[in-house]
Every structure is written in structure tokens, then in C-alpha cells.
T-cell receptor
């Protein structure tokens, strides 16, 4: 079993839809949680960064962390075709320097 | 403000050869990490350098080695290349003491034939 699990998709939605992306993890030592967006042939771009449990909102993006369930989510409101990319969740322990990534979910937003 | 720059962008090597990849961190960043991303998978941590020392290492063999220079730039070296080393190699930079995530470069795509 992988330390961080993420549904690979692809997830196909119409433009304007609300998108929900999720990751589950097994390591209770993870304290920092991130979401990255990766376009084809590009490096990951940081979208959201949260510490411990709770919600964080930034524009059309909302990140949620539920440490009791070891479950994190990213919501995208009013999705746009330009949101079509692979979304990677990543996590880090408090004392560590290493990011542990999920396998990524490929999202396609159709006009 | 330049982000993380990596060179070369693409590289083709023969099995058994050696390769060196280069990374310049984002301005103001002093810590460099390297990741390997196989096709269709998430990045895997190779190692991290800070103050020219390897600070942490992932589950990669000794064929993978690195270096950080006084100007914070870094190199990743891979010896005795295997077909399975074909991947996108990503460099990420950060600033020690700042927990704001890591900034990634666009990567070097290595193909081993």
C-alpha cells in the first residue's frame, strides 16, 4: 500500500462545474499538506499550502484537511478549460524535508 | 524574478553512461531538492541539499549523487544508467526556515536507450 493514495482519473467535467479532488494517507506524522498543478511537460506548480487540519480558501480553490480521517481535498469552483491538468497532492512531516506525493489525478474540463 | 531553472531540458543517454543535470534555485532560496517522476506517477524524493551538504536522502541507490555549490545551485549525477532511470527529473527550491512549500523547475526529461 502506498503512503499517499490518489485516484488517477481521468476526471472529465463540463466548464463551470465544481471539481472535488481527494487524497488519503497512512502516515499520521504528516503535518503539512500541499496541492500542486502540473501541466503536460511542465514542473508542478504550488496551488495550496496548509498546516495541520482545517480549511483554506484562495480564489476559486479551497483546500480541506481532515487529519482524523487522514483525508485531504481540493475543491475547484467554476472550473475552466485552463484548469485541465494533473493535480498532485503532497505531504510533509513536521521535522522532515521530503515531500511525499500522490500519483496525481488527471482533470479535463470541457468547454 | 527568475524561478527555478534546470538544464538541459531533454537528454538521451545510452545504458551504462553517466549523466549530470543542473539546477539554479529561485532567487532568495538556499535549499535544493531533487525528485524523479516516472511517466504517469507522482514525483519521488531523491535527496535534499542545504549549506552544500546532503541533508536527507530518499530510497535511491548510490548511483545517484549530488552536489550543491556556494551560490546554492546544484547538480544531480547518475552513474551506470539503467533503462528504468528514464524519467522527468525535477529540481525544487525553498528557503530554510520558511514553510511555504517548494518551487519546482520544469524538469529535465532523461531518456535512457
Amino acid at each position: 500500500q502506498k503512503e499517499v493514495e490518489q485516484d488517477p482519473g481521468p476526471l472529465s467535467v463540463p466548464e463551470g462545474a465544481i471539481v472535488s479532488l481527494n487524497c488519503t494517507y497512512s502516515n499520521s506524522a504528516f503535518q503539512y499538506f500541499m496541492w500542486y498543478r502540473q501541466y503536460s511537460r511542465k514542473g508542478p506548480e504550488l496551488l495550496m499550502y496548509t498546516y495541520s487540519s482545517g480549511n483554506k480558501e484562495d480564489g476559486r480553490f479551497t483546500a480541506q484537511v481532515d487529519k482524523s480521517s487522514k483525508y485531504i481535498s481540493l475543491f475547484i469552483r467554476d472550473s475552466q478549460p485552463s484548469d485541465s491538468a494533473t493535480y498532485l497532492c503532497a505531504m510533509k512531516e513536521n521535522a522532515g524535508n521530503m515531500l511525499t506525493f500522490g500519483g496525481g489525478t488527471r482533470l479535463m474540463v470541457k468547454p | 524574478d527568475a524561478g527555478v531553472t534546470q538544464s538541459p531540458t531533454h537528454l538521451i543517454k545510452t545504458r551504462g553512461q553517466q549523466v549530470t543535470l543542473r539546477c539554479s534555485p529561485k532567487s532568495g532560496h538556499d535549499t535544493v531538492s531533487w525528485y524523479q517522476q516516472a511517466l504517469g506517477q507522482g514525483p519521488q524524493f531523491i535527496f535534499q541539499y542545504y549549506e552544500e551538504e546532503e541533508r536527507q536522502r530518499g530510497n535511491f541507490p548510490d548511483r545517484f549523487s549530488g552536489h550543491q555549490f556556494p551560490n546554492y545551485s546544484s547538480e544531480l549525477n547518475v552513474n551506470a544508467l539503467l533503462l528504468g532511470d528514464s524519467a522527468l527529473y525535477l529540481c525544487a527550491s525553498s528557503r530554510q526556515g520558511e514553510d511555504r512549500g517548494y518551487t519546482f523547475g520544469s524538469g529535465t526529461r532523461l531518456t535512457v536507450v
